[in-house]
């Protein structure tokens, strides 16, 4: 998921942000992992606390990914004194985190309202 997200945004962003593809290859990776872990993913994916807790993790891994470019190859971006660089690692971690786990909420109700095709349905296309 992480490696196709992140081609995906480096070929249909007009001038990717270099952070862009690491980041989000880790942060896909890292959800990808937080559902394997533990147990089967067919069965996790479909566990809500399993998706936002991957949700979760996966928003922090690519928050850590983008800050670190962002600090060491762009230091000025973020600010160059310590409390400056302290804010911005501080607000984007807990809003990274927490807007992913937003997201997969609503995304997960949005889905488990929708019903799932039947199985006659889905082979009488062969």
Same mark, same amino acid.
């Given at each position: 998921?992480?490696?196709?997200?992140?081609?995906?945004?480096?070929?249909?962003?007009?001038?990717?942000?270099?952070?862009?593809?690491?980041?989000?290859?880790?942060?896909?990776?890292?959800?990808?992992?937080?559902?394997?872990?533990?147990?089967?993913?067919?069965?996790?994916?479909?566990?809500?606390?399993?998706? !936002? #807790?991957?949700?979760?993790? =996966?928003? /922090? +891994?690519? &928050?850590?990914? $983008? *800050? @670190? %470019? !962002? #600090?060491?190859?762009?230091? =000025?971006? /973020? +600010?160059? &004194?310590?409390? $400056? *660089? @302290? %804010?911005?690692?501080?607000?984007?971690?807990?809003?990274?985190?927490?807007?992913?786990?937003?997201?997969?909420?609503?995304?997960?109700?949005?889905?488990?309202?929708?019903?799932?095709?039947?199985?006659?349905?889905?082979?009488?296309?062969?």
């Amino acid at each position: 998921m992480g490696v196709v997200c992140g081609l995906v945004f480096a070929l249909v962003v007009p001038a990717p942000a270099p952070y862009l593809l690491p980041s989000t290859i880790f942060s896909g990776l890292v959800f990808d992992l937080a559902l394997i872990i533990g147990s089967k993913y067919e069965k996790s994916s479909k566990s809500q606390t399993r998706l !936002l #807790t991957g949700a979760g993790l =996966s928003g /922090l +891994g690519e &928050s850590i990914v $983008a *800050l @670190t %470019i !962002l #600090t060491v190859f762009a230091p =000025s971006f /973020l +600010g160059k &004194s310590f409390d $400056a *660089l @302290t %804010i911005a690692w501080s607000a984007d971690l807990a809003l990274n985190v927490i807007l992913s786990v937003i997201g997969a909420f609503l995304a997960f109700r949005y889905l488990s309202r929708k019903p799932l095709p039947k199985q006659n349905e889905l082979g009488s296309l062969a």
